[in-house]
C-alpha cells in the first residue's frame, strides 16, 4: 500500500449551526464540517481488539491475530510529526494488506495541526484515527503526549483541542485512548469532555499512569471503567487484566463494556480471541443449563446443599446468562477446531512475515521476529536453553530452525541432551546479569 504524499490544501473549518430536533441535529452535526467533507463513516465492530503496540502490532502479527478473531486492530504508535514529514516512515509505520481491515491508525502528538496533517494522510486507509492519551512510557514523558500530555487542565485544554479539531475535519471516527486520572471524578469529567469534543469510541486502560520509570501501578481498575460505561454514550472498550480468553469475556462482563482490548495476552497468545469466543458460547450454555437444573431442584423438597446452592444462585445466573447473551451473540459461532499450540502460531507467524516483510531491511525483520517468537514460545524455548540462540539469530530462517529445534525437544522427536530447565531458572539468571 503506497501513503500519498502530504497535500498543502486545507480549509477553514465551518461554525456548527443550532441543534433542534434529532433529525435537525443529525444535519447540524453534518454541516458542522467543512464542505469538503462527507458524512463520517460508521463505527467498524470493536467486541474483539487487538491493542496498539509499540514495535509489536505490525501487519503480520495482526494478521495473524485477524485469523483468530480479533475484529479490529489498531498500528503501531505513530508519531504524528515524522509521519507527516517523513515519506519512508510514513510507508512503513502504515503498512496494510488486503485482509487487513479494519484498522485503525494510532497517533501521538501535541500539536492539533500536525496531527490533522497526519490523519488526513492515513484518513484513505483506515476505518478510524485513534490519538494516544495512555502511553505512559518515558518517550511520552519527554515528548509531552500520551498520558503526560492529560496531566494537568492546561493539557487536557490541548488535548479537547485536538480532538475537536479532527472530529470536524475528518472522514473517519476519532477515537481515543486513555489512563485513569488520580482521582475518579477528574476521570469521570474529562470523558464526557472528551465526547463532546467529538470522539466517537472511548478505550479505557483501568490502570494509572504510573511514572517514567515504573508503568505499571498493579492490577487494571475495572470498576472504574464499568463506571466510565454508565456515564458515556458512547461505544466503550475495556483494557487491561486480559491474559486469557476467559479472562476477556470476564472484562465485558464486569464493565459491560462495549468491547475488550488485550496487548498482553495477545503476545502471549495470538489466539485468545478465538479462545474468548468459544469460552462465550461455552459459557452461555454452561449457564442456560444450570438455570434449567435450579427450575427443576426449586421444585422439590429435599436437597442436598450443592442442590440449595444451585437454586439460591438462580437470579445471578439469570442476569448473568443476560449478559452473556448479548456478548455471544455479537460475536462469530464458536471455531470449530482447537486453537492450534504455539509452535504452530509461531510457524505461520514466520509463513507471514515471509510474505510481508517489514520495511528496514534484515534488522528491522529480525527485531520483529525474534521479540514476537520469544513470547509465543517463551516457556519451551527457556525449558530447553534456547533463548540465546533464538536471540543470535541472523536470518529468519536461524530462527525457524531454532523454532522447529525447540518443537522436535518437546514433542520427543528428537532427543534433548541438555538439563531442562524451568523458566524461573533463566528468570534468575537474566536478573544476575543486570546486577
Given amino acids: 500500500m503506497k501513503v500519498p504524499a502530504l497535500s ?13 430536533s434529532a433529525k435537525k441535529k443529525q444535519k447540524a452535526s453534518r454541516a458542522a464540517l467543512p464542505s469538503h467533507v462527507t458524512p463520517v463513516r460508521p463505527l ?21 491475530s485477524r485469523k483468530y478473531g480479533a475484529d479490529l486492530c489498531y498500528t503501531p504508535m505513530i508519531y504524528s510529526a515524522r ?7 510514513r510507508q512503513a509505520e502504515l503498512r496494510t494488506a488486503p485482509g487487513d481491515a479494519p484498522l485503525v491508525a494510532h497517533f501521538c502528538g501535541n500539536c492539533p495541526a500536525t496531527l490533522l496533517k497526519a490523519a488526513r494522510l492515513a484518513e484513505p486507509h483506515v476505518c478510524a484515527v485513534d490519538l494516544n492519551l495512555g502511553c505512559p512510557q518515558r518517550v511520552a514523558h519527554s515528548g509531552n503526549f500520551g498520558s503526560y ?22 472522514r473517519v471516527p476519532v477515537f481515543c485512548k486513555i489512563r485513569l486520572l488520580d482521582e475518579l471524578d477528574e476521570t ?39 463506571l466510565i460505561k454508565q456515564r458515556l454514550s458512547v461505544p466503550v472498550v475495556t483494557n487491561g487484566n486480559v491474559r486469557s480468553g476467559a479472562e476477556l469475556v470476564d472484562s465485558l462482563l464486569l464493565t459491560g463494556a462495549d468491547g475488550a482490548m488485550t496487548a498482553e495476552g495477545a503476545l502471549d497468545d495470538p489466539a485468545i480471541f478465538a479462545k474468548a469466543i468459544a469460552h462465550a458460547h461455552a459459557e452461555r450454555s454452561r449457564l442456560a ?12 423438597r429435599h436437597l442436598t446443599e450443592e442442590e440449595a446452592a444451585v437454586v439460591r444462585g438462580r437470579k445471578a445466573a439469570k442476569a448473568t446468562l443476560a449478559q452473556i447473551k448479548a456478548i455471544s451473540s455479537a460475536l462469530p459461532p464458536p471455531p470449530s477446531a482447537a486453537p492450534p499450540p504455539p509452535f504452530a502460531l509461531a510457524e505461520q507467524y514466520i509463513g507471514l512475515v515471509e510474505e510481508h516483510p517489514p520495511p528496514g531491511g534484515a534488522a528491522a525483520l529480525l527485531s520483529h521476529a525474534v521479540f514476537h517468537l520469544r513470547r509465543l514460545c517463551r ?3 527457556a525449558e530447553f536453553g534456547l533463548l540465546a540462540d533464538l536471540e543470535a539469530c541472523k536470518s529468519l530462517a536461524a530462527c525457524a530452525d ?29 536478573r544476575r546479569k543486570k546486577m
Fill in 44 to 64: 467498524p465492530p470493536h467486541r474483539l481488539v487487538l491493542a496498539p503496540m509499540v514495535g509489536a502490532s505490525e501487519l503480520p502479527f495482526r494478521l495473524l
Fill in 149 to 170: 500530555l492529560c496531566a494537568t487542565a492546561e493539557g487536557r485544554a490541548t488535548v479537547l483541542s485536538i480532538v475537536r479539531t479532527l472530529s470536524s475535519h475528518l
Fill in 8 to 20: 498543502t490544501h486545507s480549509k477553514k473549518r465551518s461554525a456548527a449551526p443550532a441543534a433542534g
Fill in 83 to 89: 509521519f507527516v514529514e517523513d515519506d519512508a516512515y
Fill in 289 to 300: 443449563a444450570e438455570r434449567r437444573r435450579a427450575k427443576a431442584l426449586k421444585a422439590q
Fill in 188 to 226: 469521570l469529567s474529562f470523558v464526557r469532555q472528551l465526547r463532546d469534543a467529538g470522539c466517537a469510541l472511548l478505550a479505557v486502560h483501568g490502570r494509572y499512569r504510573g511514572s517514567p520509570m515504573r508503568r505499571r501501578d498493579g492490577p487494571a481498575h475495572l470498576d472504574q471503567v464499568a
Fill in 402 to 430: 531454532v523454532i522447529r529445534r525447540c518443537r522436535a525437544f518437546a514433542e520427543g522427536s528428537e532427543a534433548f541432551q541438555g538439563r531442562r530447565r524451568p523458566p524461573s531458572y533463566w528468570r534468575r539468571q537474566q
Fill in 379 to 381: 516457556t519451551p524455548l
